[in-house]
């Protein structure tokens, strides 16, 4: 491989990780506005508060490996990629039965984190970045462990979401 082709590779990479740093802000955002709301589900709010505290350390990992490249943390942009501004958006509806229609967002969000995280692992390997892998492989496997929780408590929420609803009992959060 040339030089220049190099150079375009780290480039890619380099992005990959910039977008991701976005998504995870975009994530602890997106948990934030929920936690505070789910006084029923307390469960998943715990869930959801572990998982604000590991995006907040995903999102200093992908700073410590931007650091690598010179690129300067405070020039970095956070730029959003429409898909999860969109999926934002959904979470942050209110409807009445929010705790499911946030429990469908927070399902697709985790899903798009795991394909980043899959995808910068080969750029990572392809840009020769052989140190990043196992801070990558981390937050990959947190997100993985997320996502199959929320799939988990699928089937309870809508139950209980459903149930609380029947009885004229606040349930949508
Ligand atoms: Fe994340």
Known sequence: M????????????ISGLR???????????LLERQV?????YPEM???MRRHIEESREQARRIEELLSHFDTSHSSMKDTMMSLVGNMAAIG???AQDEVVKNTFANFAFEHFEIASYTSLLTLADMANHT???????TSLREEKDMAV???NHIEDTT???AERAAQGMQAGV
């Not at 040339?2 to 990479?13: E, G, L, R, V």
């Not at 505070?36 to 029923?40: A, I, K, P």
């Open 19 to 29: 977008n991701q740093h976005a998504v995870e802000n975009q994530a602890i955002e």
């Open 159 to 161: 139950r209980r979401y």
């Open 92 to 94: 942050h509806a209110a």
């Open 149 to 151: 929780w929320i799939a």
């Open 36 to 40: 505070g709301r789910l006084e029923n």
């Open 45 to 47: 709010a715990d869930r």
């Open 131 to 137: 140190a990043a892998r196992s801070a990558l492989e």
């Open 2 to 13: 040339s030089a220049s082709q190099s150079d375009k590779i780290q480039q890619i990479y």
